[in-house]
């Protein structure tokens, strides 16, 4: 166990040294986008839980959806049975919201797509292999006969149900990277940002949505209990978070 408290320590001294993530603010004005090309892929195939520890308790999780933010860490100090005990505990919430047939890609990708058409861009899909749904996309190459569009790439680092520190109630979260670049001059980064719904950490620099609190269960057999009222909590999660992003670009 000391094992596990002086990675942690490392990780925190290591997170405090870093540059403080630093947004690039989005001048509709000057980026002159009237179409955006919103690039597909943007959230991993399923949803997930997470168990993180905000004050050295024994909490098993990879790591919190929002560590690193604004040099900000939240760890876990991880345990083999704990870890056991959270694997079982995401399974039994995939089995509700695969009983209710969700589908968190189409949610957000119809919030978001129906948001900036409120807004009044042009929009389309594209496609790029990328890496990871964690991981933004590579600058695709300049194309000249694009002058005034942009693309949109959201890059989700988790989504699901998560257990904080000394909160009694699952919660639903959602954690997305931003990044809109100019087709003609992919390399200009027009608006750069990220958005955390129910943030364990809350740096003012990012866009941060503090959680529906209708939406919290106990225990992982409240979610069996009622699986619409988990869908719809989680659903609610990636709208907001949707709608979010594309308030960045207006």
Known sequence: MKMHFAALAALVSVAACATPYTP???DRESAGVAHVSVIDNKLPEKATTQKLATNGQNMASAMAASAGLAGVLVGAVA????AGIEAGQRKRMLTVLDSVNFDGQSIFDAALNEALTEDGYEIDAI??????????VETPAADDTKAGYGFLDVAGTGYGYQLVGGQTEWRPFVSVSVRMTDRVNPDNVLLENKVVYNPVATPDVIVNIAPD??????KIEDMESDPERTAKGLEIALVETARAVAKLAQ
């Open 79 to 82: 345990s083999g049975i704990e």
């Open 24 to 26: 690039i603010p989005y």
């Open 127 to 136: 496609h790029f292999d990328r890496k990871s749904t964690a991981v933004l």
């Open 213 to 218: 609190g209708e939406y919290g269960f106990a």
